[in-house]
């Protein structure tokens, strides 16, 4: 069942288009990442679902109420909207205890208050704060005042929870925590969610369906695996993961793969949407996917060793190339078990793992 609409949603910040015609439906029980590059809108997006940006062309429906419409000029003001919202910034009152921050909502609403308190505790419990009702937001950790504020958004029970960044005030360490905290209580609660970030691990780990967006548009959503393993464009390959790009000249396209040269090397691989012979086009592959190998072979490359990174689990390679005539160079990133690999080692770029994009 849909539980919230966006349809053909335009947002202008003066004579400055920010969403040029943002369409996306979020499923009950489902959880959606908005993801982007900064002035992507994925922000301004939220907030215009949320009431806090006025649109200027389109249509929000939520559970059929219709909370904006620009053909019959209709507006459910933001504090009529019902939805639960985490800022990036908790906003939480210094001057309010936990249990005060978590019932304000329910004041608003004149619930009585035997009522709120038992709600309250309620909260606090599913939240792993049961016994801290009564101390203030400088009493608490980070994660313990994210948790706060994801209370408040909760307690009066919304359909939608609207999260602007929930996680990107906590250092790296309780990031990784409250992003497992946060998924289970998604599931446990069954929640419906749409989640801003420009993290893309805590997006493809916290959602069930991600819009990936560009310019105040959709460039690709799907699932994270979707996202991640069949990007349709140059921009969600780049933006994705983490990757070796290597720009050439398309000589073949033959069954769907490209063939692209430069400098001295020869690439195969997936031929992105577009592509034709004898254009610039760039080959992209995540670092994981490069495979190092003795011999040669289709889609090699031997190259030197410049230098090994420690990163804990993995060591992580940079082998630098040279062009022909050695006037540029490019360096391409494998991961290894080792701190140094063998000499003669070539560095394998499987075509199936290759995506080629014009440029």
């Known amino acids: 069942m849909i539980e919230l609409s966006v349809e053909n949603l335009h947002l202008d910040y003066g004579t400055n288009p920010v969403l040029k015609g943002v369409s996306m439906q979020l499923q009950r029980g489902e959880v959606v990442s908005l993801l982007g590059p900064s002035g992507s809108g994925k922000t301004t ?11 200027k062309k389109g249509r929000i429906v939520m559970n059929e109420r219709v909370l904006y419409d620009s053909e019959t000029r209709s507006e459910v003001s933001a504090d009529q909207r019902e939805l639960g919202i985490v800022f990036q910034s908790y906003a939480l009152w210094p001057h309010k205890t936990v249990a005060e921050n978590i019932s304000y909502p329910l004041k608003l609403r004149k619930i009585k208050k035997a009522e709120q308190q038992t709600r309250v505790q309620e909260i606090l419990n599913q939240l792993g704060l049961g016994k801290l009702g009564q101390r203030y937001p400088h009493e608490l950790s980070g994660g313990q005042q994210q948790r706060v504020a994801i209370g408040r958004a909760l307690v009066y029970n919304p359909p939608v929870l609207l999260l602007d960044e929930p996680l990107s005030n906590l250092d790296a360490k ?8 946060l998924r289970e209580l998604i599931l446990r609660l ?4 749409i989640m801003v970030t420009h993290d893309q691990n805590e997006a493809m780990a916290i959602s069930d369906r991600i819009l990936l967006l560009n310019n105040g548009k959709i460039e690709q959503q799907g699932t994270p695996q979707e996202m991640y393993g069949s990007p349709h464009s140059l921009f969600c390959a780049e933006f994705m993961g983490s990757n070796n790009a290597l720009e050439g000249t398309v000589s073949d396209i033959t069954d769907g793969q490209a063939t692209v040269q430069c400098h001295g090397w020869t690439l195969r691989g997936r031929a992105g949407e577009g592509l034709s012979v004898g254009q ?8 994981e996917q490069v495979r190092l ?5 289709e889609n090699t490359l031997q190259l030197p060793l ?3 990174m420690y990163l804990g689990e993995k060591w992580e390679y940079l082998f630098r190339g040279h062009s022909a005539d050695a006037q540029e160079t490019f360096v391409l990133r494998a991961y290894g078990t080792q701190e140094r690999v063998p000499e003669g080692v070539s560095l394998e770029l499987p075509t199936e793992h290759v ?3 014009p440029v």
């Open 45 to 55: 997006l939220l907030r215009a679902v949320a009431g806090l940006e006025a649109a």
């Open 174 to 181: 309780l990031r990784e925590e409250a992003r497992a905290f």
């Open 190 to 193: 069954g929640l419906s969610a």
């Open 280 to 287: 610039t086009a760039r080959a992209i592959i995540r670092v």
């Open 293 to 297: 190998r003795t011999g040669g072979g």
């Open 306 to 308: 410049l230098t090994s």
């Open 355 to 357: 995506w080629v994009f």
